[in-house]
């Protein structure tokens, strides 16, 4: 999509080498695809935005136009922009979720006509955190909402990616009945409180799985994310799997991670 980083990220993130984790969504007109740059385990980070009228490389109309920074965060934050991801409520109203480790995972709402923040609400939402300390770092990322019957899940990670087969990510959801929260989990903890019910974990041959995204289709939801192949050096892979929903509205894979058999 881009030929080179673009100018201001450079210049917002020292050492800036690579855009990563993007998450697109279509509303008002456009395609809006938003990124991450940062360096890794730093939380001088930023979220920008690039938009497109079209995803079809062959039309008149196709060009990927970067916008700029939606939001940054500093030393001086405890909270980190990256992991970007947007949902509509039922207004179709976008929200912007993102947040890894510190203060773990916000909310901004944003302009439908920019796609950047909004000016007529400016409050951080927390919607999930864990405890902190020097053994316990709070390792929580990666928030996807999705909204269903009445409800708003949050899906986040839990535990550490990118250390191949060693790796110890693994899934959680929690809901509510607003975008803003709060959110708590199927034995009513709430997640800014540490909950988090388990979708699924590592075992066998895929370590970590993690980072994930829900896509919902006609034909049933499916539950996409990277885990690690633990038979081929731990190669980081996509995964797609059934994403069932059972009798009380919660969220599980097929089959049921081992905690939950």
């Known amino acids: 999509m ?3 980083l673009p100018q201001w990220a450079v210049e917002e993130v020292p050492g800036l080498r690579g855009l990563w984790a993007p ?3 279509y509303f008002n007109g456009r395609y809006h695809l938003y990124y991450s740059a940062s360096t890794f385990g730093s939380n001088r980070s930023a979220i920008g935005l690039a ?5 079809d490389p062959s039309s008149v109309n196709y060009a990927w136009k970067d916008q ?7 030393r001086a934050d405890d909270w980190n922009a990256i992991d970007p991801n947007v949902v509509l409520d039922e207004a179709g109203q976008p929200w912007l979720s993102f947040g890894s480790f510190w203060g773990g995972i916000k909310l901004r709402k ?3 006509a920019t796609g950047k923040l909004s000016t007529q609400d400016e409050t951080l939402y927390a919607l999930a955190s ?32 990118c250390r191949g087969a060693k790796s110890t990510y693994n899934i959680r959801v929690g809901r509510s009945r607003r975008v803003t929260g709060p959110y ?22 895929w370590a970590g799985p993690g980072h994930c995204a829900v896509l919902r289709t006609k034909w049933g939801d499916k539950l996409v994310y990277h885990a690690y192949d633990a038979e081929w050096r731990g190669t980081p892979t996509l995964r797609i799997t059934d994403l069932l929903w059972d009798k009380e509205g919660w969220p599980t894979v097929s089959p049921p991670p081992p905690a939950l058999r």
């Open 184 to 205: 708590a989990d199927r034995g009513g903890r709430p997640m800014t409180e540490g909950g988090g019910t388990l979708v699924i974990e590592g075992g066998g041959r």
């Open 23 to 25: 998450d697109i969504l």
């Open 130 to 161: 864990r405890p902190r300390s020097k053994e316990l770092p709070g390792a929580v990322e990666a928030p996807a909402i999705v909204r269903r019957e009445g409800y708003y899940y949050l899906f986040v990670s839990f535990d550490f990616c």
């Open 68 to 74: 700029g920074k939606v939001i940054g965060s500093s």
């Open 110 to 112: 944003l302009d439908p």
């Open 2 to 4: 881009f030929g080179h």
């Open 51 to 55: 938009t497109n009228q079209t995803l």
